[in-house]
């Protein structure tokens, strides 16, 4: 086993020495790279917000700083031509900027817009992807549910920003309109309408779900808030 372990130190040595050295590549290339005047590089946050226009609408966050500043995220209505957004990395990009007509856009879309010109880097949120995951119901209310049919269940899918899963005998799906490391809410929650043994519960929890608007992440528990802070839904990570 030390042998082994011998043997396979300098690959690893190497390995460290490897990445360090794309590291440094990287950064030297930004530090020499020479924009246009309408070229600029931008942060792209790892979750979208929700802006108020003619109607809500999910919207990317930005900011033009060297290094990300926390509270510094501005929110932006248009899209960024030729940048393939996935939710729960922040991105590091170079953006060409283009002024529009304001008399040939709705009145509550960006006068701008922005191409990609290149993606720098792209870094996962390890705390927007904690939720992402299968969770069991433990408590409606603050108060633990004793069960003897099947006990509800969610599955939270941050990619696709999707909610599945299960009441006590019914499926449910859904979609995730809006998510963050402590903010959530649901869209219309689906369901199949087979009438269960303990409906009240399941009853209780689908209407609860519709309530949410934040949430919290202890341990292996997941616990549901209204917009008060007050406990909705309690879970249990599932292995």
């Given amino acids: 086993m030390m042998k082994l372990n011998i043997i396979a130190l300098p690959f690893y040595l190497l390995l460290f020495a490897a990445c360090g050295t794309t ?31 003619v109607a809500p609408m999910p919207c990317l966050m930005i900011q033009e700083n060297e290094t990300i500043t926390e509270g510094a995220w501005k929110n932006t209505t248009g899209r960024i031509d030729g940048f393939d957004y996935q939710p729960g990395y922040k991105y590091k990009l170079v953006v060409r900027t ?15 817009k922005r191409v990609l010109v290149k993606e720098i880097s792209k870094e996962m949120d390890v705390e927007y992807f904690r939720i992402h995951d299968i969770w069991a119901l433990t408590a409606i209310g603050g108060k633990t549910i004793e069960i003897t049919s099947q006990r509800p269940s ?11 899963g299960n009441g006590t005998c019914n499926t449910i799906n859904g979609r995730i309109d809006l998510l963050t490391p402590t903010e959530l809410k649901f869209g219309p929650v689906i369901s199949t309408k087979k009438f269960c043994p303990e409906q009240e519960i399941e009853t209780a929890f689908l209407l ?17 808030m209204d917009t008060k802070g007050n406990e909705l839904l309690q879970f249990k990570k599932v292995d």
């Fill in 98 to 112: 283009v002024k529009l007509d304001p008399e040939t856009i709705a009145a509550d879309r960006a006068t701008i």
């Fill in 154 to 164: 969610i599955e939270v899918n941050a990619n696709e920003l999707r909610l599945f």
């Fill in 208 to 224: 609860e779900l519709n309530k949410v608007a934040n949430y919290t992440i202890k341990d292996l528990s997941l616990i549901m």
């Fill in 23 to 53: 590291k440094d590549a990287v950064e030297t290339e930004i530090k020499d790279m020479v924009l246009n005047e309408d070229e600029s590089i931008i942060w792209v946050n790892s979750y979208y917000s929700q802006c108020a226009g």
